[in-house]
């Protein structure tokens, strides 16, 4: 058996080819990301999925850094990738206001800048992007309510109290919950976006005798904390809705149990704005200064075809 | 006591000398120590001034530290960075700024706590920013107009430190400096620096400093015991310092030599107290006093008067022990030494020889106990010098191991030895005085008795043995001598005893008479040589086996049996193990006194002294040419005919072999001939056995007759026989002695009068073939060639048709047929090894199916794995093989062989759905194999078809751990990405590619390309089809150390596995090998092209295709040789020769092509090899080009 294999010495053509063009090496474009921190899970599927999906482009390189979630130094990064001439700068700012100035001085100089899931306070930046956390908790308490048939008692897990993220995911839920006059809010206890608080907060609750029907989590790891301290207690999370924000793998594995009703994805925003940095790139101009991204509740009945973040 | 009165006058006399000395020692003492301490107090003022300085300096080297760390952090410089960039920008909002002052804050915060700092700043483009001082560190806020200092620890107004503290903090030129301190006492060591970024210049400033507070000084006094001053104006002191005015310093010129800081001291004194004075400058020039002190005098008091004491109570101990010392004196040279020759007389009286001691002195006294020490020692020596002699004598007698003892004329014991002692169990002292009555039976002691009297009245000594029953049990041989004894009158008085053990000798005698009969008795011949091989002695058998007399050979080297069959190696082999290991033994032929020659079996051993050294040679020899004619007699029974005396099969079989490894070494082909009488089945039943076995003898010997020496004409049984024709040149010279062979069997034989006539049928086959046959091949392809002939009417020969075989073995078997064959276990497994060309390392084997048919012998799998390939059948077959096979790991296993085998698997089977679940049983049923052991290969066309669903079965393998291959690589169409997607972790090279690289250059660049890819991937490439040596020289080079091919090991049988394995070692070129440099690549290329070029001007030659075109500088290798070639390497020499052998091969050519075309094909087929030589010589120059590169 012998072919001429065509297929074969056009590969090798193909890897002479791109071995020669390292030679007069076509000029790439550089995208860049300032990141706040990469110890934190989400913040780091944050910088993978842009990177992947930046991937998908053999003409653009992805850089970033990680300020170790200190303002002054992520100021520094986005300086010196501006320094180093970058063709798209996204960021995440640590701090509206003190970076607003820095962020603009590099819009000036004709730098565009994408803001994910933070902006700045003004209008210099070329594009924001972000999630509606005043809707994502509408959602969730719409979702509750059906779920209780209109009638029961809710405990909500707060987040940190003082991040606008943790304000808006209560203020959103308390006005639309008010819209039923059956449900009522029996206790917000703050546990930090911690899987270990919010086990304190339910044995709290239970030893305190206050009864509740559902829960309200801000993010999908207070549920599971929620979940590992009904579990401990001898209560049967199936038999209580539970629900969550983020959407991550342990998430899934919960929903496919069955002991988590649904969470609410809260996107990291790479697809997006790597979507916008190549429409920059490519010469397009943005529709939008500033884009909501929506978030899917993701059940049972979806789990399978919704991928987690991270 | 007389002597009293000396001694107390000695006594007096010590007395006035030692306290006169003593008055002087001490006032001598008393005026030094005054001098020295005023020195040593300097001194110590010099040391503590050292400390104060090395104590600024360390402190300075810690702010400097801390300071430095401080400002290098990165957040420090990116805050501060911040502010100078982005401060001026939001000036409206100067709140926002709180948020980097509380970071700066922070980390100026640990810096000042670190080296516990009095105060620290950080300040940057509005002001400053930051700050530490009294222990709190805090950072201005600019809010709503006004400015409030923050403590960092906590929420809300700090107190905002004064202006007279913040002036304090105010900056300075140097580094590191010392200056007032901010609480305005004393002075503070301080420590600023800028903080610069890189291309932007000074962002800020950082300063950190520390106070010499009195809590300072008072360690260092209690480190110096030295009280410290500083009078900055301000004065700052040590708890032990004066209280009143010190003395001014002079002004501060410069560091002292070998300190830091501080001045040049001045010594002078306060109060009574020595003082250092020094001076030390400040960062604004001030130059401040700085006074080092003794500490209160009441502190050092009392020294003056605990000395005096001292000294006192010293004098009177000295007085004390001087009287002592006096009475001691006069005690030992006086009084003691009389006393002891007093009682040295009385003992010498009483008969004790002690000496007088302790008189040493060299006086009077000292002479006379010397003189009577002597005198006793004169005695005492002459008594011992008795005393040892006689103790000598006693020794001597119980030393000597023979038993000894006295008697007097009656009998009674005078004396005895200790080893007499041991006879009777009893002492000498229980002995003396008694006889033998005493101690042995009356019987006994009369015999003894008899034999002293024998003794006595003999006048000499007389022998006697005797066995002698010992009192431990024992019994000895003793040989007894009996010796009259006189007194110095010459009187009788008794007998002198002497017993001699001579057990032992007694015994050596029987072992030597028992030595010399088994020597004169042995069947074996016995010879005993000297070292050097002179024959010492011989025994009878000698004589009977070899001819020589005892007297013959005595004296002659017994080289004089040697035959001369056995070389010098064989004698030198007999040595080394005589010399090395002491014996040797084996058989040889020797040759007898007739001249006759003998088979022996031989035993060598050495005789050695104490010494080690060889003494003797002994040989043991016995006749064994019987045996050996018998052994022969079996061999011919076993190989050999017994009726004709023809070989038989088992001889014919080897002697097959031969031929075939002969012909590829001679290149010459030989031809099996099956022969089969026609007609002998009539004889025997007409005229009986008897005549039968004598007519096939008959013709047997004619038809040996009839063949050349040196074939073979075997009988295989009945009335076949296979004759074996060596060394043909074609196959028409094999015609003559076939006809031959025809006519001996057609002959008419006369019988007992009858004559008979049989003819033969021949089926005649040669060696070697196309194909790869092997002895059963070869004799059944005869067989069938022989019923052909047969069939054609008898007394004929016919050729075997291996062309017509092969077609008719084309056609397939029937897919029935191999379902038969499988499950009547037809089908065998054969394994081809796969090894790194250059390590020797064996790394696997491949498996490949054969089927052993029973009518038409070993098939390949291209007869029959075509039929089923699409059927279900190959499934079935491939399970078969792979639990086969798993067998096959484990038996090997077992025996201590472990090699990886890989099998291919077929596409069919890779798409049935359970595949990864039955090879996992499969693997679960043979526990012995890992599975890493296993290694399916898959065809690289048929991976292909369906990419998606073979990767996710390879993947799935590769998860319980068995890897892939991928066959035949080159010959399917992979694009990239799909070798990408498909994990197998080998790529096994297509053998077309691998068998024409040596002369298609197109080849070799594809080669070369798989193995970049292979690289590339991470995969690893292995060769198919190494045929020769240079196909594996060439991979080598190109860094391909995998193969697989002729050129190392055909498929074999599972049982000859471990035996190749183990013998296997790689070619001595291919060691040499090393992977070529990228550059050299063009050098392989253009070998190539050459070996190319002449493999064409071949095929012409031989009349197969048109002459290449083109000159020497037209052709590819000229192309390459006078354009890039001549560039590279034209300096070389290498090179130029290389230019002189492509001319030459050119001219070569040139001169055939033309002979040719002249009409002279034979003879230029015959110059052929010119050519080649002219290649080669050029191939290996190219590789010297490629060395010197």
């Known amino acids: ?310 | 006591m007389g002597a009293s009165v000396l001694a107390k006058r000695l006594l007096l006399f010590w007395l006035a000398a030692a306290a006169t000395l003593l008055t002087l020692a001490t006032g001598t003492f008393l005026y030094l120590r005054e001098v020295q301490t005023q020195h040593y107090t300097e001194h110590l003022l010099g040391d503590a001034v050292q400390v104060l300085d090395s104590e600024l300096g360390s402190e300075g080297d810690r702010l400097t530290a801390a300071g430095k760390a401080f400002i290098q952090q990165r957040g420090v410089d990116a805050n501060l960075a911040l502010f100078y960039n982005y401060y001026e920008a939001n000036a409206g909002k100067p709140e926002i700024f709180d948020y980097p002052a509380r970071e700066l804050a922070t980390a100026l915060h640990e810096a000042a706590r670190a080296v516990d700092a009095d105060w620290a700043v950080v300040s940057g483009k509005p002001g400053a920013i930051a700050g530490h001082y009294d222990r709190t560190t805090f950072f201005w806020s600019h809010r709503d107009g006004e400015t409030k200092a923050i403590a960092v620890d906590r929420e809300g107004n700090g107190v905002e430190p004064d202006a007279r503290k913040l002036a304090g903090l105010g900056f300075h030129a140097d580094e590191l400096h010392l200056e007032t301190c901010a609480n305005g006492s004393g002075i503070a060591i301080e420590w600023e620096g800028e903080i610069v970024r890189a291309g932007t210049g000074s962002i800020g400033r950082a300063s950190i400093g520390r106070c010499l507070s009195a809590e300072t000084l008072n360690d260092l006094e209690e480190r110096t015991h030295f009280a410290i001053v500083i009078d900055s104006g301000n004065r700052v002191q040590s708890k032990s310092a004066p209280t009143g005015p010190v003395p001014v310093a002079d002004a501060y010129a410069g560091p002292a030599p070998g300190q830091r800081w501080l001045g040049p001291a001045r010594f002078t004194e306060i109060d009574g107290r020595r003082a250092a004075v020094m001076s030390v400058a400040l960062v604004d020039g001030q130059s401040v006093g700085i006074v080092i002190v003794e500490r209160d005098a009441a502190a050092e008091g009392g020294a003056g008067p605990t000395l005096i004491g001292t000294a006192i109570a010293s004098l009177l101990a000295v007085t004390l022990l001087v009287m002592t010392a006096g009475l001691v004196y006069l005690r030992r040279n006086l009084t003691q030494p009389i006393e002891r020759l007093r009682e040295g007389a009385e003992q010498l009286r009483q008969g004790h020889y002690e000496p007088i001691t302790g008189i040493t002195a060299a006086n009077e006294l000292g002479d006379l106990a010397s003189a009577f020490n002597e005198m006793t020692a004169g005695i005492q020596a002459r008594e011992r010098e008795i005393e040892r002699e006689r103790a000598l004598l006693r020794t001597l007698v119980n030393t000597i191991p023979d038993l000894i003892w006295l008697k007097d004329q009656h009998g009674v014991y005078l004396g005895c030895n200790s080893r007499f002692e041991s006879l009777y169990g009893a002492t000498e002292a229980e002995i003396v005085g008694k006889t033998d009555y005493d101690f042995v039976s009356g019987e006994m002691a009369e015999f003894f008795r008899e034999h002293d009297r024998k003794a006595m009245i003999k006048g000499a000594p007389s022998k006697n043995e005797e066995e002698l029953e010992f009192a431990d049990g024992h019994r000895e041989l003793v040989e007894t001598t009996k010796t009259p004894m006189r007194n110095e009158r010459g009187e009788l008085v008794g007998v002198l005893g002497i017993g001699h053990d001579i057990t032992e000798r007694k015994k050596d005698e029987a072992r030597l008479q028992l030595a010399a009969s088994v020597f004169e008795n042995a069947r074996e011949g016995i010879m005993i040589t000297s070292p050097t091989g002179e024959i010492v002695d011989v025994n009878d058998s000698f004589t009977r086996i070899t001819g020589y007399g005892r007297d013959e050979v005595r004296g002659r080297n017994a080289r004089i049996l040697q035959s001369g069959r056995q070389d010098r190696q064989f004698y030198q082999a007999m040595w080394l193990s005589l010399v090395n290991e002491g014996h040797w033994d084996g058989e040889l032929w020797n040759r007898r006194k007739n001249g006759e020659l003998y088979a022996e079996y031989l035993t060598i051993g050495c005789v050695r002294d104490d010494g080690g050294a060889i003494k003797h040679y002994v040989a043991l020899l016995s006749d064994i040419t019987a045996i050996k004619d018998h052994e022969r007699q079996l061999h011919h029974v076993a190989h050999y005919d017994a009726l004709t005396n023809l070989p038989n099969r088992v001889l014919l079989a080897d002697r097959l072999r031969q031929a075939m490894a002969q012909s590829g070494r001679r290149r010459q082909k030989f031809a099996v001939i099956y022969l089969d009488l026609d007609g002998f089945k009539v004889v025997n039943d007409t005229y009986g056995h008897q005549i039968g076995d004598r007519l096939l003898m008959r013709l047997a010997a004619q038809m040996k007759a009839a063949l050349r020496e040196g074939d073979t004409l075997a009988r295989l049984g009945g009335d076949e026989f296979v004759a074996v024709l060596l060394d043909l040149d074609d196959v028409q010279s094999s015609l003559p002695m076939i006809g031959r062979l025809l006519a001996a069997a057609n002959q008419p034989m006369v019988e007992e009068g009858i004559t008979l006539q049989v003819s033969a049928s021949l089926g005649v086959t040669f060696f070697p073939q196309t194909e790869d046959v092997d002895a059963d091949h070869l004799l059944r392809q005869a067989d069938q060639a022989m019923y052909q002939a047969k069939l054609a009417g008898k007394n004929c020969y016919r050729i075997f048709d291996t062309e017509h075989d092969r077609a008719l073995r084309g056609y397939h078997e029937s897919l029935d047929r191999i379902r038969q064959g499988l499950m009547r276990q037809e089908f065998l497994m054969y394994y081809q090894p796969k090894v790194n060309m250059r390590t020797g390392a064996v790394v696997g084997a491949e498996a490949l199916i054969r089927w052993q048919h029973p009518e038409r012998g070993l098939l390949p799998p291209a007869t029959f794995l075509a039929v089923i390939e699409e059927h279900q059948l190959s499934v079935e077959l491939g399970y078969w093989v792979l639990d086969t096979v798993l067998k096959q790991i484990e038996t090997w296993k077992r025996t201590g062989f472990t090699i990886p085998v890989s099998v291919n698997v077929g596409a069919l089977q890779l798409q049935q759905t359970d595949f990864v679940e039955r090879l996992q049983q499969l693997l679960n049923q043979h526990t012995g194999v890992h599975p890493g052991e296993l290694e399916l290969e898959v065809l690289e066309t048929s991976a292909l078809q369906d990419v998606a669903q073979v990767s996710k079965v390879m993947r799935a393998c590769s998860d319980i751990g068995v890897a892939f291959a991928l066959d035949d690589f080159g010959t399917g169409y992979s694009s990239l990405t799909y070798l990408k997607r498909l994990p197998a972790t080998q790529l096994k090279i297509d053998q077309s590619f691998v068998r024409d690289m040596l002369i298609d250059p197109e080849d070799l660049a594809i080669l070369e390309g798989v193995l970049g890819l292979a690289r590339a991937f991470g995969r690893q490439a292995i060769a198919e089809g190494v045929e020769t040596l240079e196909h594996g020289r060439l991979l080598l080079r190109l860094g391909c150390e995998l193969g697989q091919g002729y050129a190392i090991a055909r498929p074999m049988p599972a049982g000859d596995v471990p035996r190749w394995a183990a013998q296997w070692r790689p070619e001595e070129a291919w060691l040499l090998q090393r992977p070529v440099k990228a550059d050299e690549l063009p050098l392989i290329f253009a070998a190539v092209e050459h070996r190319n070029w002449v493999a064409q001007v071949e095929s012409h030659l031989r009349g197969e295709r048109e002459a290449p075109t083109g000159d020497h500088q037209s052709c590819r290798f000229g192309t390459w040789l006078y354009g890039k070639g001549r560039e590279r390497y034209g300096d070389s020499l290498a090179f130029k020769a290389i230019d002189t052998h492509h001319r030459r091969a050119h001219e070569r050519a040139d001169e055939l092509i033309k002979l040719k075309a002249g009409g002279q094909a034979a003879a230029v087929v015959a110059r052929i090899g010119e050519l080649h030589l002219l290649r080669d010589m050029l191939l290996a120059d190219l590789e010297i080009l490629a060395e010197d590169a």
């Not at chain 1, 907060?201 to 206050?210: A, K, N, Q, T």
């Not at chain 1, 401990?232 to 002991?259: H, N, W």
């Not at chain 1, 996107?267 to 429409?279: D, H, L, M, V």
Request: proline share 4%; aromatic share 6%.
């Open chain 1, 1 to 310: 058996m012998r072919f001429v294999p065509i297929a074969l010495l056009s590969c090798l053509a193909f890897l002479a080819a791109s071995a020669l063009a390292d030679e007069p090496a076509k000029k790439k474009f550089v995208v860049a990301f300032a990141q706040d921190t990469m110890a934190n899970d989400w913040r780091a599927a944050q910088v993978r999925d842009l990177k992947n999906a930046l991937a998908r482009h053999p003409d653009v390189e992805f850089v970033f850094t990680d300020a170790n979630g200190d303002t002054a130094r992520q100021v520094q990064d986005i300086e010196d990738f501006a320094a180093k001439g970058v063709d798209v700068l996204i960021t995440s700012p640590r701090d509206a206001e003190l970076m607003r100035e820095p962020i603009a001085r590099i819009h000036r100089r004709g730098i565009p800048v994408i803001l994910l899931s933070r902006r700045v306070t003004g209008t210099e930046f070329t594009q924001y992007i972000a999630a509606d956390n005043r809707e994502i908790a509408r959602k969730a308490a719409r979702y509750l309510a059906k779920r209780l048939g209109g009638k029961g008692r809710i405990l909500v897990l707060q987040g940190v109290p003082s991040a606008s993220s943790a304000i808006e995911r209560t203020e959103g839920f308390r006005s639309e919950i008010s819209k039923f006059p059956g449900i009522r809010i029996v206790a917000v206890r703050p546990a930090d976006y911690l899987r270990a608080k919010a086990i304190e907060r339910i044995e709290e609750v239970l030893s305190e005798g206050l009864g509740f029907d559902a829960i309200y989590a801000q993010s999908d790891s207070m549920a599971m904390g929620a979940l590992l301290a009904l579990k401990k207690s001898g209560l049967d999370p199936k038999k209580i809705p539970i629900t969550g924000i983020d959407y991550i793998s342990e998430a899934r594995q919960a929903i496919r149990a069955g002991e988590l009703d649904a969470t609410f994805t809260y996107p990291t925003f790479g697809k997006e704005g790597a979507e916008s940095a190549i429409a920059l790139l490519r010469g397009k101009k943005l529709a939008r200064k500033e884009v909501v991204i929506e978030s899917t509740a993701v059940t049972r009945a979806n789990v399978e075809r919704v991928e987690p973040i991270f």
